[in-house]
């Protein structure tokens, strides 16, 4: 055996940091029963799970050969929502993390432990340097924590806790857990009292502590086209009719755009088909015929609508046209910014009489758009019926989503409509429906249309109390506008009298996109 061998045989440790797995659990566990033994031990396997899986780079352990011996735990927040009035309890959801904000500005100290055998080591340290290093890397403010005062029991008698924190910065007292944290560079911003009520060692006191990073870059506020707190939307309740050709159809379509740009509309929303009436040009009454010679008018349309995009200063969500790609038969929604961009959105779920009488397919893609008025997403009538897409919509952070549809029947606009309601609620974001109405005598299999156009809220004292933003006559051609406050979203989602998103038991469950 060479004398390299015999080192590496003999060396006492191991060390490597590295993010805590599902399946460290049974270290954690050991680790907080050892430590905890006497206020309650450890978390359950549910809090762990909720805690990798929601945000599993603020998860830090440091292991001696494969044995996790230390561990720190993170969330980030949105600081502001909670302030310095906060229980462990309130800012951590519980220790479930449901308070995780990917877009907070502080990194908050969950948990630290160190196995007791390997005090000394400078593990603690290691921990907040990684801790530090991580707040850096994300560009956030500080770092803040509640931290226990666990001798202060034996002086409780003598010294208030403000007494207390002095003596322990003077090093006249020493605190296991706040020396500490002193000398890695922590300021103690204040006392916080029933913090953590059931440590007695601490007599229920905590302090709140703050590590600032210096090389945090704020961004720089803009006086103009800076993201609004508002939006106003503007709906068209499209009203079938004949046209001669697709001139005609673009001037009713500007007509509703030059309409809502005079009231300073954000966004234009147009119903699903809402060119539907071209198809009533086709040579043949066939209606897949039909279909696919609507498709031939698509890019005619779309540059026509990007164009009055920019030329009134709106973005226009065009509904939906067909589109024929590789030799396959498409819905797409057309997103036209009012900065000349485009944007699209296929319908993922063609209905049985779509994909039986019009070979129509579904696409394979879905995400959520930025415009200057905040991060929307677009579910195309059928498609709002599965849940599951507007959960991905909301985990990307969607605050508008809206759903041009075209039905025939009433009790095919209220699937629509009731589906639109929940998505609503269950999302927390606001939800805005357009249809059309009127006849197509001309067209087979579409001849009959039944609409009602409305925007939704979710359900809380902030809102509408039906959660009906407003909505517009049945079945009559007219436009709704609406302003919503997407500030109140924010405020709902951590303020609210039930709180879907925080609420929510990630440890159980989640919706994930398998798609491209």
């Known amino acids: 055996m060479s004398q390299d061998q015999t080192q590496i045989e003999e060396t006492e440790h191991h060390l490597d940091l590295?993010?805590?797995?599902?399946?460290?659990?049974?270290?954690?566990?050991?680790?907080?029963?050892?430590?905890?033994?006497?206020?309650?031990?450890?978390?359950?396997?549910?809090?762990?799970?909720?805690?990798?899986?929601?945000?599993?780079?603020?998860?830090?352990?440091?292991?001696?050969?494969?044995?996790?011996?230390?561990?720190?735990?993170?969330?980030?927040?949105?600081?502001?929502q909670f302030g310095d009035k906060h229980s462990y309890d309130e800012i951590t959801g519980d220790a479930y993390l449901t308070t995780h904000d990917p877009n907070g500005d502080v990194l908050y100290g969950v948990e630290v432990i160190v196995c007791p055998e390997y005090r000394g080591l400078r593990l603690g340290r290691r921990l907040y340097e990684a801790r530090k290093e991580l707040c850096r890397n994300l560009n956030l403010k500080s770092i803040m924590a509640g931290g226990r005062i666990p001798n202060y029991r034996n002086h409780a008698q003598e010294l208030t806790p403000y007494e207390y924190i002095e003596q322990v910065k003077l090093k006249d007292i020493y605190d296991p857990i706040l020396t500490f944290q002193l000398s890695n560079g922590f300021e103690v911003k204040q006392v916080m009292t029933a913090y953590l009520p059931e440590d007695e060692a601490s007599q229920g006191y905590a302090t709140l502590l703050q590590w600032h990073n210096i090389y945090y870059e704020p961004g720089?506020?803009?006086?103009?086209?800076?993201?609004?707190?508002?939006?106003?939307?503007?709906?068209i309740q499209w009203q079938m009719r004949y046209f001669n050709n697709v001139e005609e159809l673009l001037q009713q379509v500007e007509y509703f755009v030059d309409a809502l740009s005079d009231y300073s509309c954000d966004v234009a929303l147009f119903p699903e088909f809402f060119n539907a009436p071209l198809m009533g040009l086709c040579p043949t009454e066939s209606s897949i015929d039909a279909i696919w010679h609507?498709?031939?008018?698509?890019?005619?349309?779309?540059?026509?609508?990007?164009?009055?995009?920019?030329?009134?200063?709106?973005?226009?969500?065009?509904?939906?046209?067909?589109?024929?790609?590789?030799?396959?038969?498409?819905?797409?929604?057309?997103?036209?910014?009012?900065?000349?961009?485009?944007?699209?959105q296929y319908k993922l779920h063609p209905t049985p009489h779509e994909k039986e009488d019009w070979i129509m397919k579904g696409g394979n893609s879905l995400k959520t758009f930025d415009t200057d008025f905040g991060k929307i997403g677009v579910l195309i009538c059928y498609d709002v019926e599965f849940p599951e897409l507007a959960r991905v919509l909301a985990d990307q952070e969607m605050q508008i989503l809206f759903v041009p549809f075209w039905t025939d029947t009433k009790n095919g606009y209220l699937r629509v409509r009731r589906c639109a309601q929940a998505r609503a609620i269950e999302n927390e974001c606001y939800v805005a429906i357009a249809g059309s109405v009127g006849n197509l005598p001309k067209v087979d299999n579409v001849d009959i249309q039944y609409g009602q156009?409305?925007?939704?809220?979710?359900?809380?004292?902030?809102?509408?109390?039906?959660?009906?933003?407003?909505?517009?006559?049945?079945?009559?051609?007219?436009?709704?506008?609406?302003?919503?406050?997407?500030?109140?979203?924010?405020?709902?989602?951590?303020?609210?009298?039930?709180?879907?998103?925080?609420?929510?038991?990630?440890?159980?469950?989640?919706?994930?996109?398998?798609?491209?």
């Not at 762990?48 to 230390?70: H, M, P, R």
């Not at 031939?296 to 046209?321: C, K, P, Q, R, W």
């Not at 004292?461 to 051609?477: K, L, Q, R, Y």
């Not at 405020?491 to 440890?507: A, T």
């Open 294 to 344: 609507l498709a031939t008018y698509t890019d005619e349309i779309l540059t026509s609508v990007s164009h009055l995009a920019v030329s009134y200063n709106i973005t226009i969500i065009a509904g939906s046209m067909p589109v024929v790609e590789d030799d396959l038969l498409y819905n797409v929604s057309y997103i036209c910014k009012r900065d000349g961009t485009i944007e699209s």
């Open 453 to 516: 156009t409305a925007v939704f809220s979710p359900s809380d004292f902030a809102f509408p109390h039906d959660a009906i933003v407003s909505e517009t006559t049945p079945n009559t051609e007219m436009t709704l506008i609406v302003d919503l406050d997407l500030d109140k979203l924010t405020k709902l989602q951590n303020e609210g009298s039930v709180r879907n998103y925080l609420d929510r038991r990630r440890d159980l469950y989640r919706v994930e996109w398998m798609g491209d």
């Open 18 to 80: 590295r993010n805590l797995r599902l399946d460290d659990y049974n270290d954690v566990k050991d680790l907080m029963d050892k430590v905890y033994a006497n206020v309650g031990g450890a978390w359950p396997y549910s809090n762990y799970k909720a805690q990798v899986t929601t945000f599993s780079d603020g998860q830090i352990c440091i292991e001696d050969k494969g044995k996790v011996v230390a561990f720190a735990i993170s969330v980030i927040v949105d600081y502001d």
């Open 220 to 235: 720089t506020p803009s006086l103009i086209a800076s993201r609004k707190l508002s939006a106003r939307i503007g709906c």
